[in-house]
């Protein structure tokens, strides 16, 4: 048995450590009032797993103490340790991963003995409030009673209610049992072994994720490299995952998508794959930037390309060969975003995209992408009728804009960075406007369809706000001639109308699979004689001001107050299996509320345009309401917060 003091002191001095494969913390609020009331009440909260170990623990997140002596790495444990280091320290430890949040600001009241968060209009008034971690400080106790005095209390209640502040701080005094592994014979792979055991049916571990365990089990500073390479492509308004990464490494190093192929390659391998990897990514995503003009998350489409990219490169000594070559690349990359190609089984068709490329390179791809397609990699009108930010089609329109200089409708200025100055940034504009057209009976689907998006500035978006498409299309039509033909707009005044908004749609639609088809045949070709080097832009957006958008930021908003992690908005949710788009979500949590310990969650607000059988056959848990969403996720946490579990 061990004091939980002596188990925070430890931490401190760098003797108690998490494995780097254990992830994040991802606790919420409530669990973390459950746990302090529980030990308050001294209620059981279950034991830790620790492996102790005197030789080299392999990749540890925290600083390790100097010289010799036994370290202690937590297997089972980790939230609630956290959390309590957090409360009593006020910070979170230096193996910390996660939102700080969740337990911060916590308060005890010393009347009702309950624990909550601060909230200012609640609690700024009543002495009895007292600051959880203030309380643990070396001067705690005596800062308490002197606030309860100032507050208004008299002395002798505010004695008193000292001694429910000791009881408190005692909770310093209670002693947790710890079940320890050790013996020369248990290995790092041992380890992680006994993890996902007792782990599961809470966290497990990845392919990816046990890939990456092995590899810093030989060198720590693998993970901390990929971490501070994804910080850096995150701050140039591109999100990607560990997993993601490594596939780049792999696909670099060994020719080969299953992580299994990296168990016998050295670490100094897959440290010299990592920075090849990097610069290869960078390298595309210049390329995607500017010649493709995809400058933000938002509409980096098909990002499971990358790796078979990241290949070419390394094949290539770092660069593309020819203007030629690239164009071709991006071509197969697009067609292979827009249809799916990575939305399935990822490893399954990575690899075959590897052996097509190592075997026929460029011109392999494309053949294999076309038997793929059944021979057709033409665009057709109707595929322009998926609908929302979240379509694949989406940022093929928001390439079509900047490659091929759609002109902005109030100023006649092409949508360039250079012409359009630092600030700016464009919006996602409605052609019909939406409150016009719901008004004139149209349902959702039909009001987001990519064909009545078009990309504009703030300004000009906001001048013509609702105004009645006839109205406000003959004027730009006149005050800035060629502008409507630029943004693939039918310039039929007779389209222009509610009663043909339908004919409008088919119009546009074959506006733009013209277009499309044209610059995607320029790239195949390499026939390209002028191509644009495009800056980024202020990532683009859709200005949402409905009732219905202002919901779903509410209900974001709420979970994320508890703890939960951020979702993926207005997201493309595809089946796992065969790529095809089972539902466009308003949200979408691919690893859970809480990353590691739930199954994929949806927020789907238009059921009738979803899949919703195929959703739930897959175990995905589907939510058409916000209110529903919002009322399991309270029912989850009361239910987390009431048992131990293994965390």
Same mark, same amino acid.
């Given at each position: 048995?061990?004091?939980?003091?002596?188990?925070?002191?430890?931490?401190?001095s760098?003797?108690?450590?998490?494995?780097?494969?254990?992830?994040?913390?991802?606790?919420?609020r409530?669990?973390?009032?459950?746990?302090?009331?529980?030990?308050?009440?001294?209620?059981?909260?279950?034991?830790?797993?620790?492996w102790?170990?005197?030789?080299?623990?392999?990749?540890?997140?925290?600083?390790?103490?100097?010289?010799?002596?036994?370290?202690?790495?937590?297997?089972?444990?980790?939230?609630?340790?956290?959390?309590?280091?957090?409360?009593?320290?006020?910070?979170?430890?230096?193996?910390?991963?996660?939102?700080?949040?969740?337990?911060?600001?916590?308060r005890?009241?010393?009347?009702?003995?309950?624990?909550?968060?601060?909230?200012?209009?609640?609690?700024t008034?009543?002495?009895?409030?007292?600051?959880?971690?203030?309380?643990?400080?070396?001067?705690?106790?005596?800062r308490?009673?002197?606030?309860?005095?100032?507050?208004?209390?008299?002395?002798?209640?505010?004695?008193?209610l000292?001694?429910?502040?000791?009881?408190?701080?005692?909770?310093?005094?209670?002693?947790?049992?710890?079940?320890?592994?050790?013996?020369?014979?248990?290995?790092?792979?041992?380890?992680?072994?006994?993890?996902?055991?007792?782990?599961?049916?809470?966290?497990?571990?990845?392919?990816?994720?046990?890939?990456?365990?092995?590899?810093?089990?030989?060198?720590?500073?693998?993970?901390?490299?990929?971490r501070?390479?994804?910080?850096?492509?995150?701050?140039?308004?591109?999100?990607?995952?560990?997993? %993601?990464?490594?596939?780049?490494?792999?696909?670099?190093?060994?020719?080969?998508?299953?992580?299994?192929?990296?168990?016998?390659?050295?670490?100094?391998?897959?440290?010299?794959?990592?920075?090849?990897?990097?610069?290869?990514?960078?390298?595309?995503?210049?390329?995607?930037?500017?010649?493709?003009?995809?400058?933000?998350?938002?509409?980096?489409?098909?990002r499971?390309?990358?790796?078979?990219?990241?290949?070419?490169?390394?094949?290539?000594?770092?660069?593309?060969?020819?203007?030629?070559?690239?164009?071709?690349?991006?071509?197969?990359?697009?067609?292979?975003?827009? %249809?799916?190609?990575?939305?399935?089984?990822?490893?399954?068709v990575?690899?075959?995209?590897?052996?097509?490329?190592?075997?026929?390179?460029?011109?392999?791809?494309?053949?294999?992408? #076309?038997?793929?397609?059944?021979?057709?990699?033409?665009?057709?009108?109707?595929?322009?009728?998926?609908?929302?930010?979240?379509?694949?089609?989406?940022?093929?329109?928001?390439?079509?804009?900047?490659?091929?200089?759609?002109?902005?409708?109030?100023?006649?200025? *092409?949508?360039?960075?250079?012409?359009l100055?630092p600030?700016?940034?464009?919006?996602?504009?409605?052609?019909?406007?939406?409150?016009?057209?719901?008004?004139?009976?149209?349902?959702?689907?039909?009001?987001?369809?990519?064909?009545?998006?078009?990309?504009?500035t703030?300004?000009?978006?906001?001048?013509?706000?609702?105004?009645?498409?006839?109205?406000?299309?003959?004027?730009?039509?006149?005050?800035? *001639?060629?502008?409507?033909?630029?943004?693939?707009?039918?310039?039929?005044?007779?389209?222009?109308?509610?009663?043909?908004?339908?004919d409008?749609?088919?119009?546009?639609?074959?506006?733009?699979?013209?277009?499309?088809?044209?610059?995607?045949?320029?790239?195949?070709?390499?026939?390209? #004689?002028?191509?644009?080097?495009?800056?980024?832009?202020?990532?683009?957006?859709?200005?949402?001001?409905?009732?219905?958008?202002?919901s779903?930021?509410?209900?974001?908003?709420?979970?994320?107050?508890?703890?939960?992690?951020?979702?993926?908005?207005?997201?493309?949710?595809?089946?796992?299996?065969?790529?095809?788009?089972?539902?466009?979500?308003?949200?979408?949590?691919?690893?859970?509320?809480?990353?590691?310990?739930?199954?994929?969650?949806?927020?789907?607000l238009?059921?009738?345009?979803?899949?919703?059988?195929?959703?739930?056959?897959?175990?995905?848990?589907?939510?058409?309401?916000?209110?529903?969403?919002?009322?399991?996720?309270?029912?989850?946490?009361?239910?987390?917060?009431?048992?131990d579990?293994?965390?």
């Amino acid at each position: 048995m061990t004091k939980l003091g002596t188990i925070l002191d430890q931490v401190d001095s760098g003797t108690m450590l998490l494995p780097e494969f254990q992830r994040g913390y991802v606790w919420n609020r409530e669990q973390v009032r459950e746990l302090m009331r529980s030990l308050f009440r001294g209620y059981p909260v279950g034991s830790l797993l620790v492996w102790e170990t005197e030789t080299n623990p392999g990749a540890v997140r925290g600083g390790v103490a100097p010289g010799a002596g036994v370290r202690m790495l937590l297997l089972d444990g980790q939230q609630r340790i956290t959390t309590l280091y957090g409360i009593v320290r006020g910070r979170a430890p230096a193996f910390f991963e996660g939102r700080a949040e969740s337990f911060t600001g916590l308060r005890f009241h010393l009347k009702t003995e309950s624990f909550e968060f601060y909230a200012p209009a609640k609690m700024t008034n009543d002495p009895y409030w007292v600051d959880v971690s203030g309380v643990f400080a070396p001067d705690g106790l005596e800062r308490a009673v002197a606030a309860l005095v100032a507050g208004g209390v008299e002395n002798a209640e505010a004695l008193s209610l000292m001694l429910k502040l000791s009881k408190l701080r005692n909770i310093l005094e209670r002693e947790f049992h710890q079940e320890k592994i050790t013996g020369a014979d248990v290995t790092y792979d041992v380890v992680v072994d006994i993890f996902n055991k007792v782990n599961s049916g809470g966290t497990k571990l990845s392919k990816g994720d046990l890939a990456l365990a092995r590899i810093c089990a030989e060198d720590p500073r693998i993970r901390g490299r990929m971490r501070n390479l994804l910080d850096r492509w995150a701050a140039w308004h591109y999100n990607f995952s560990l997993d %993601w990464l490594l596939r780049n490494v792999n696909a670099v190093v060994t020719g080969r998508a299953p992580f299994s192929a990296l168990e016998g390659v050295s670490s100094t391998a897959v440290a010299d794959g990592l920075e090849r990897s990097a610069r290869h990514v960078e390298v595309v995503l210049q390329t995607f930037q500017g010649r493709l003009g995809l400058d933000h998350n938002r509409v980096l489409m098909g990002r499971g390309a990358v790796p078979v990219i990241s290949r070419l490169l390394d094949k290539s000594g770092g660069a593309f060969g020819t203007a030629r070559e690239r164009d071709r690349v991006l071509y197969w990359y697009i067609h292979a975003a827009l %249809w799916g190609r990575f939305a399935g089984s990822t490893e399954t068709v990575l690899q075959q995209d590897i052996e097509a490329l190592d075997q026929g390179g460029t011109d392999g791809l494309i053949a294999a992408l #076309e038997r793929w397609r059944g021979g057709n990699l033409t665009l057709e009108p109707y595929d322009f009728e998926s609908y929302g930010v979240g379509s694949r089609f989406y940022p093929l329109l928001y390439l079509m804009t900047r490659v091929l200089e759609a002109r902005d409708l109030g100023t006649g200025i *092409p949508l360039k960075a250079e012409m359009l100055g630092p600030l700016a940034g464009l919006q996602v504009h409605h052609i019909f406007p939406k409150a016009y057209l719901y008004e004139h009976g149209f349902d959702r689907a039909s009001v987001n369809t990519v064909a009545n998006f078009a990309f504009l500035t703030q300004n000009t978006n906001l001048q013509i706000g609702r105004k009645d498409p006839a109205e406000y299309l003959a004027e730009v039509a006149e005050r800035q *001639p060629g502008a409507l033909e630029s943004q693939w707009i039918p310039t039929n005044p007779d389209l222009w109308h509610a009663d043909r908004y339908d004919d409008f749609v088919v119009a546009r639609q074959e506006l733009l699979v013209s277009a499309a088809n044209s610059f995607l045949a320029e790239l195949r070709d390499g026939r390209s #004689e002028d191509t644009p080097d495009l800056r980024a832009l202020p990532a683009a957006f859709v200005a949402e001001t409905d009732d219905r958008a202002e919901s779903i930021a509410a209900a974001v908003a709420g979970l994320e107050a508890l703890g939960f992690a951020s979702p993926e908005r207005d997201s493309e949710v595809a089946d796992p299996e065969t790529g095809e788009v089972l539902a466009v979500a308003e949200a979408w949590w691919p690893a859970g509320l809480q990353p590691g310990l739930d199954v994929p969650v949806v927020l789907e607000l238009d059921p009738k345009n979803a899949n919703l059988p195929r959703l739930e056959e897959l175990g995905y848990r589907v939510f058409i309401t916000t209110d529903a969403l919002l009322g399991f996720a309270m029912r989850q946490v009361e239910v987390e917060s009431s048992e131990d579990g293994s965390a």
